[in-house]
C-alpha cells in the first residue's frame, strides 16, 4: 500500500465501498469532471500499470482452463415476499442492491463461497454509441452489467482484506441493445427509475414472485466465460477481484435502455441543470502480462477433439472386425 495514503481512510474507504459503492460521489471522482485519467492523481492503484481492469479480451489469446466450470447459484432466487430489494441512483450508475445477502455463490473453481451484494451497469455516451467496460475480440458492447459478490470471509474495514486476490468475484455480463428482445426483468426494475431520477436518491420495494427471478438478468448458458484476475474498475481500483466475464450476451430493448441515459449524476451546470449519467465506463487497462483463461473450448479444440473421438472410435471398430474376422477362422 502507498505510504502517502493515510490507513484510517483507507479503512474508512474500504467499509464504505463494501456496504454500498454509492457513496463514492462525484465530487470525488468521475468519468467526466476528474476522468478515469486523472484518477491515479488521488487513488494511487489506479496508476498502477498492472492486474488493473477492465480488459480487452481476445479469445484467440486466451487460455482454455478445464477446471473452470459452471457457477453455482443458490439460497435466494425465488424471494419470499418480506424480502426488500433498494433501486439506487449513487450519481454514477443504476445499482440494484440486495439488503439480506441471502444469494449465495460457490464453485466455478473459486476457493471460496459468496454472497451477491448488488447489480450495477456501464453504458455509452448516447445510445448510438458503445460503452462496456470489457471489450471482446475488438469489439465493445452496447452496455456492461457488474453483479457484485463478496467473500462471505471478508471483513469491510480491514487494511489486511486489501490484499486477499479472492475477497470480491464479479459477473460481467455484455449487454445488446435489441429493439426486437425486451427483457422483461430489466423492464420490471426500469419501470421504477422515475422514483431514483436524482442522484442520491434510492427506492426500496418488495419483488412480486412471478419476476423474482434474478436469473433473468444472466445468460441463458453460465458454463461459458472468461476468468482473469483484476481490479474495481472504479477507484479506489484495489487489486481484489475475480473476474468472470461470460462469453454470451444478454439483450434488452432500445426503449428499456433509453431509461438508464434519463438519470442525472451529482454534476449541475450553470443554465443546464443536472447532467445526465452518460459514458460511465473505464477504458481498458494494460493486461501487463496476465492469462485471460477460458472455460470452454474454441472450434480447433472442439474440431480435434471430434477427430480424437472419430479415430479412436475407428481404431475400436476395426479391432472388433479383425477380432471377428480371426475368429472365424
Not at 433473468?216 to 466465460?225: F, G, I, R
Amino acid at each position: 500500500m502507498d505510504s502517502s495514503v493515510d490507513s484510517q481512510f483507507v479503512a474508512t474507504l474500504v467499509a464504505c465501498i463494501i456496504l454500498n459503492v454509492g457513496c463514492l460521489q462525484e465530487n470525488w471522482y468521475g468519468y467526466h469532471i476528474r476522468d478515469p485519467s486523472e484518477w491515479g492523481k488521488m487513488y494511487a492503484r489506479c496508476a498502477d500499470n498492472h492486474d488493473q481492469s477492465p480488459i480487452k479480451i481476445e479469445e484467440a489469446e486466451t487460455v482454455y482452463d478445464r477446471v473452470l466450470s459452471a457457477p453455482v447459484l443458490h439460497g435466494g432466487w425465488e424471494y419470499v415476499p418480506t424480502s426488500v430489494l433498494m433501486l439506487e441512483n449513487n450519481g454514477h450508475t443504476m445499482e440494484l442492491v440486495f439488503k439480506d445477502n441471502h444469494i449465495r455463490m460457490h464453485g466455478a473453481h473459486l476457493t471460496h463461497e459468496f454472497y451477491l451484494k448488488q447489480c450495477h451497469f456501464h453504458w455509452g455516451e448516447d445510445i448510438e454509441k458503445p460503452g462496456s467496460e470489457h471489450w471482446l475480440n475488438g469489439k465493445q458492447y452496447d452496455a456492461e452489467m457488474h453483479c457484485v459478490f463478496i467473500n462471505v470471509d471478508f471483513v469491510p474495514g480491514t487494511e489486511e482484506e486489501i490484499y486477499d486476490r479472492e475477497a470480491w468475484a464479479v459477473f460481467a455480463v455484455f449487454i445488446k441493445f435489441d429493439s426486437e428482445k425486451p427483457n422483461e426483468y430489466i423492464d420490471y426494475l426500469l419501470s421504477h427509475t422515475d422514483a431514483i431520477r436524482e442522484a442520491g436518491h434510492n427506492y426500496s420495494f418488495n419483488q412480486e414472485k412471478k419476476k423474482a427471478d434474478i436469473r433473468h438478468l444472466l445468460p441463458d448458458n453460465l458454463s461459458e466465460y472468461y476468468r482473469y484476475q483484476g481490479s474495481l474498475t472504479s477507484p479506489p481500483c484495489y487489486e481484489f477481484v475475480v473476474w468472470t466475464i461470460f462469453n454470451n450476451p444478454i439483450h434488452i430493448s432500445r426503449d428499456q435502455a433509453e431509461k438508464l441515459f434519463e438519470l442525472h449524476n451529482f454534476v449541475k451546470e450553470r443554465n443546464v441543470g443536472y447532467m445526465n449519467i452518460t459514458g460511465n465506463f473505464r477504458p481498458p487497462q494494460p493486461l501487463a502480462g496476465r492469462t485471460v483463461y477460458r472455460s470452454f473450448r474454441d472450434i480447433d479444440d472442439k474440431l480435434n477433439t471430434a477427430y480424437d473421438q472419430l479415430s479412436n472410435g475407428l481404431v475400436i471398430l476395426f479391432t472388433l472386425f479383425a477380432a471377428l474376422f480371426c475368429a472365424r477362422d
